[in-house]
Structures are given as structure tokens and as C-alpha cells.
């Protein structure tokens, strides 16, 4: 078995390909319709035959219930790594990325966490070398 | 070979695209053998729709207000919408919705058959495989109205039956603006 696919919950799938594209700089990998169900999967540009991330529509009120909890809260719905998140701080925000928590410093890692504009909360882990 | 294992579509046909403001709608022609009052069932009637449509109904589409669940059928992962039937005047035009997608059917008499029209709104990259799967499933409603139903034909299975030829068909004819 191997990991080939994630997925996340978003409110509009056209508005989260916007975002995880241009201004996470993914790339787009599956896109296909049947009928009004649409599989659509990007990969970071850093990795992109690596694993997918399924944009998943979220038109599930449970799934949607969950969605807005966790995003109150302030939890991350997904996390991504990156070498240098400062980096991918300043690089996202200037296209917009709305972050609530700038790089912060925590044990082991640094963190920052930005909206996803479609439901969720991203954190970007820098782990502290050791 | 069974009739199923035969089952080849013919040329693409039948089918134009219309654009109003942002929205795209794909609108399928098929002329049917069959009287409207036939016709009318396979298209609201549960257990006929599970023979030939990319979706299953829990219940009657056939009256206005009958809330259904319709359930994708063969996606990646499971895809369930409910629907309100906002127009169903028997044998002649049925509305509700499949997801976000309008579904328009028309039903006209001509000669003991039924000309069946569809208008369904449809992102403009996937209008031509819209196109190719309503072929499919239409081409198997034809043989379910002739009392030999060969198997509902959807989602990956297609591929096996020609989909992809009929989708590059119908992109040609729809023209530029396919992205695949």
C-alpha cells in the first residue's frame, strides 16, 4: 500500500484551485467531471509526482459542521512542510495569502498558519534541524 | 459476445452547446422508438433509472416537491446530492437538480416515438465529456426501451466502450476551449 492521495474539504473547488495554485504555487494534477461530482488533485510544485492533495467539494453537512469547528478553533485542517517558511511567509503574502499566525517559533519547528479562502486553516511546519 | 460486449457507439451527434453569461449548457437531441409515456418512466422511475443513468434515485422523480437523493454512481469517492423536482408535467417535461447541475428534459411525440431533449449546465472543460457520457447512457437507454437492456454503462466502464473517442468527436465539433 502506498499513500497516493489526501484529501481536503473545500467551499468552491474553481476558488481552491486559485489559491493552492497561484498563490501556493502547486500544480494541478487530476481533473475530471462525472456529472456534477469533480475529482480534482494538485502537488506541490517542490514535489509533484509525490502525494496529491484531493480539493475535495464539501457538500456534506457533517463534513461541513466539522469544517467550521476545527477552523474556529484555530486547528489546521492540513499541514505542509517547507525548508524555509519565513521564506513562504513573505513569498505568499505578497499574493495575498491571509495568514493568522506569522512564523512563530515552537519546539522543534517553526510554524506559521494562513487561510486557505475556501474553509480551512494551513499550517507550514519548518522543522528545526537537529 | 454477449449484447453488452457488442455494444459499440456510433459518430458523435445530437449534441450543441449554449452559452449564457458565465454559464455553459450542454444540450443532447435523441430520437426514441418509444412513446413519451415510456420514455417519462425511464426517466423518473428508480428502478428503470439503474439501468441506464450515471446516477441512482431513492425515489420517484415522476412529481413535483418529491425530495430524492440521487447518488453518483462509479465516482472516486461518493458523491450524494438531494433534490427537490421543481417540474414534472407527465409525459412532457421533468426538472430538478443533480448537484449544481440544472436538468431540463423535454419530451416530445413525433410519430410514435419520443424526441428527448436535455439541457444540463456543465463546466465548459468538461462539456465534451459530458457530451460523450450522456451518448453512452442514452445509447443504453435505447436498448433498455427495446426490452433488452444491456447494463448501465458509466464512470470508468465507458472507457471500455468508446468514451474516449467520443469525447475527442464531440470536442472537435464544440471547438477550442477544451483544456483536455
Known sequence: ?130 | MTDRERYAPGPASGARIRKDGEKWTLVLRRELRHPPEKVWQALTDPAHLREWAPFEADGSLGAVGNTVKLTTVATPAPHVTETTVTRAEAPELLEYKWGDHDMRWELEGFGGGTRLTLWTNIGRQFIAMGAAGWHICFDVLDRLLCGAPIGRIVGGEAMKFGWQRLRAEYAKQFGSGQSQ
Request: charged content about 20%; glycine content about 8%; proline content about 5%.
Open chain 1, 1 to 130: 500500500m502506498k499513500i497516493k492521495v489526501t484529501s481536503i474539504h473545500v467551499e468552491d473547488q474553481e476558488k481552491a484551485l486559485r489559491f493552492y495554485t497561484e498563490v501556493l504555487g502547486f500544480v494541478k494534477k487530476g481533473d475530471f467531471s462525472q456529472g456534477p461530482f469533480r475529482w480534482l488533485t494538485v502537488a506541490p510544485a517542490e514535489e509533484p509526482d509525490g502525494i496529491e492533495l484531493q480539493l475535495a467539494l464539501n457538500d456534506n453537512p457533517a463534513a461541513k459542521a466539522y469544517q467550521q469547528a476545527i477552523f474556529q478553533q484555530g486547528q489546521p485542517a492540513v499541514m505542509f512542510n517547507t525548508d524555509d517558511v519565513k521564506g513562504d511567509y513573505e513569498r505568499t503574502k505578497a499574493l495575498g495569502a491571509e495568514f493568522t499566525m506569522p512564523p512563530t517559533s515552537v519546539t522543534g519547528a517553526t510554524i506559521a498558519m494562513l487561510k486557505d479562502t475556501c474553509g480551512n486553516l494551513i499550517q507550514l511546519t519548518q522543522l528545526a534541524g537537529w
